[in-house]
């Protein structure tokens, strides 16, 4: 790949880290002083820039307005408390961007611009990441087509950019879930297992819909028989039956989370049993009336480890137990301590910015 390679940074004049109020942070509202940027043009990527945190211009024509050619990234920086500041296992997060891209027609990103602007970027605005379990900056890496053109063909420019925001929790109450039987996610063959922005789209009418009967989140079944358990949409899904995790197999349907395989990872190197497999409801609804079904939790970057409440199917809503020891709660500690830089980190998990 032919790299210009020189990196241009225009600070801001004025900080706006005075008025945010970190006590009250609504997820993803807020944005920090600076972003990258990047322009897919003439072939190639062209010289990557920081720039204050702004509007971006675009022609109505843009192609991503009309067609959807764009994905994104989820990722989190973390402070420790000596002010170092960290990422989780980053590489995945740029090898995913480009798989996502790839199904999308979308060129490439280059590695080195990838790490030197999110580096840069994170450095930047380093007094925006609050140090202590629970806060961070989550760092929203997305790419769209941007060429002023409505015919239905792959763009020929893209926008790479990079916007950071600082969060708390993704969800603050406890987590509902509906197994959802009409909708279909993904089907195979699709873009299932991209972070194609238009799968999030096609999601949010099932989960108002949801929402109004008082569920936060929904658990997506497979498009063709609508009898095995996929993914919940912002996380992957784990269910745990006597002392065996089981999650469904990543493949064209499913997001190969970050934090669903940091989890699988740090469970069995903990000797818990893990099944990556088919989960039909059956099974999950069995397991429950027999109380051999202990947990269900989400996993995911802007989640971590979210425990479900109670789950429903047709109709009826199965409460899961309150237990001690929950395997979610032992998990989220175990990755969080290596995020913040508070445990030991034998996995080579933990990426250093500062
Ligand atoms: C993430 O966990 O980063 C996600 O992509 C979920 C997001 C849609 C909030």
Redesign the pocket.
Known sequence: MNLTHSLQISKTAQSRLPEVDFDNLAF?EIFTDHMFVCTFRDGKWQSPEILPYQDIPMSPAASALHYGQAV???MKAYKDDAGSVWLFRPELNFNRINTSAKRLSIPEFPKEYFFEGLHNLLQLDSNWIQPGIGNSL?VRPFVFASQACVQAAPSTEYKFIIICSPVKA?YSGEVNVLIEKKFSRAAAGGVGYA?AAGN?AAQFYPTALANQKGFQQIIWTDASSHQFLEEAG??NIFFRINNTLITAPTGDTILNGITRKSVIEWAKAAGIKVEERAVAIDEIITAQHNGSLKEIFGS????VISPVNSFAYEDERYQLPKIKNAYALQIKKAITEIQYNQAEDPFGWRHKVS
């Open positions: 993803g994104f990234e989820g989550y993704y972070k999030y912002t996380m995911g970057t802007a989640v």
